[in-house]
């Protein structure tokens, strides 16, 4: 018997690592980084080495102060994409299945897939809204199916998934002893206005995040697991598997940022909101695309009409030095995903570059 195949990569992280850059780069889903001197470290915030084995006491109660949940319930993660690794790795045994949403991030498939998951889909159809329908999820699930995975909001759309149905999830999690993991990393981007996060609907919820994309930190690794305390338990021993210590300046620098958020936040909030502006003006004038723009979150995917997008992202990239996210890589390859986290003057420019490039197109074909 043929084994099947397990991922040992992403070939969409390797595209982002690779071939993403472009002078005008609106590929990136997150806002623009925040700078070390705006951050108000001294040097003995970078100390090398300190108390830290399951979690660094500091850093476990500013997560815990910021999630609003007991230090019992947070594991440390070197971002939300460890977290999402530690999570899975705590739960999933060979064989299990594990429904994911489509389309979603990649990494998330393939870490259940490396993991020796059974991985299924469900359908967020663009028709719908990307919406999830929980009968949809209902009819997908069986009783070898230990997790339920979606990112909220919804990369790619930035669709909001509503308490409700968030609820019913949790309701056919609970039915068939399964845990319903939710990537929160974009919910972080609607600050004051979070509905909170989807771990405070019930024990069955895991719940991720970092604050890589909405505050501009990516490079800190400063992620998070909101678990009930015996999973979490769990979780922190995955990172057994990974060595003993963690990287203590990245730690301690986490503490300082964390306590620094309402600076950090403000920045963050004002570069989105006038990034919004700018995206709007630009979609409200293109009917070459369809898009369903929730008016959150840090990115859109539409699709677009007539052409071909493979050819597309080529030209702009090659041509107009600007670079979207080519939708094959979410699984919709009629889609491009436009991040508006960077500077507002690269994404007026960037967006007027995909302009002419979609132009370019029609022009070619009349
Ligand atoms: C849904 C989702 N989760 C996680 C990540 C990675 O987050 P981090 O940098 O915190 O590992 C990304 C990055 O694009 C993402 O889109």
């Known amino acids: 018997m043929v084994e099947a195949r397990r991922a040992k990569h992403s070939d969409y992280i390797e595209w982002a690592k690779t071939s993403s850059q472009a002078r005008f780069n609106l590929a990136t889903s997150g806002v623009a980084h925040y700078p070390i001197?705006?951050?108000?470290?001294?040097i003995?915030?970078?100390?090398?080495?300190?108390p830290s084995w399951y979690g660094y006491e500091p850093l476990q109660q500013a997560l815990a102060a910021k999630c609003g949940v007991s230090a019992d319930n947070v594991v440390a993660a070197t971002g939300t994409s460890m977290a999402n690794f530690m999570v899975m790795a705590a739960i999933i045994e060979p064989g299990d299945e594990v429904l994911i949403e489509c389309p979603t991030y990649d990494p998330l498939i393939a870490a259940a897939s490396f993991l020796g998951a059974d991985v299924k889909r469900f359908e967020r159809h663009f028709e719908r809204?990307?919406?999830?329908?929980p009968s949809e999820v209902e009819r997908s699930v069986t009783n070898r199916t230990r997790l339920i995975v979606i990112t909220n909001l919804h990369n790619p759309s930035s669709m909001l998934v509503d308490k409700n149905t968030l609820l019913q999830l949790g309701e056919i999690a609970r039915r068939i002893g399964a845990r319903v993991l939710v990537d929160e990393v974009y919910l972080e981007a609607l600050f004051e206005n979070s509905p909170g996060s989807a771990y405070h609907l019930g024990p069955e919820f895991v719940a991720t995040s970092s604050l890589t994309k909405a505050y501009g930190l990516s490079g800190l690794r400063c992620g998070w697991i909101l678990a009930e305390a015996d999973l979490a338990k769990r979780i922190w021993r995955v990172n057994d598997l990974f060595g003993n210590i963690p990287a203590h300046p990245a730690e301690r620098l986490s503490v300082v940022a964390l306590n620094s958020l309402?600076?950090?936040t403000l920045r963050a909030r004002t570069i989105i909101e006038n990034n919004r502006s700018v995206l709007d003006q630009f979609l409200n004038a293109r009917d070459d695309l369809d898009v369903i723009h929730p008016g959150i979150g840090?990115?859109?995917?539409?699709?677009?009409?007539?052409?071909?997008?493979?050819?597309?992202?080529?030209?702009?990239?090659?041509?107009?030095?600007?670079?979207?996210v080519p939708g094959k890589f979410f699984e919709m390859p009629?889609?491009?995903?436009?991040?508006?986290?960077?500077?507002?003057?690269?994404?007026?420019?960037g967006l007027a570059r995909l302009g002419d490039a979609l132009d370019e197109f029609r022009d070619k074909d009349s």
């Open 129 to 133: 809204g990307f919406e999830i329908d």
């Open 262 to 264: 309402e600076k950090i």
């Open 37 to 42: 001197s705006e951050l108000g470290a001294t």
């Open 334 to 349: 009629d889609h491009i995903r436009i991040g508006i986290g960077g500077d507002a003057a690269s994404l007026e420019e």
């Open 298 to 324: 840090t990115v859109v995917f539409p699709r677009v009409k007539g052409c071909s997008v493979d050819k597309l992202c080529e030209m702009l990239r090659e041509k107009y030095e600007t670079s979207v």
């Open 44 to 50: 003995d915030d970078i100390e090398l080495s300190g």
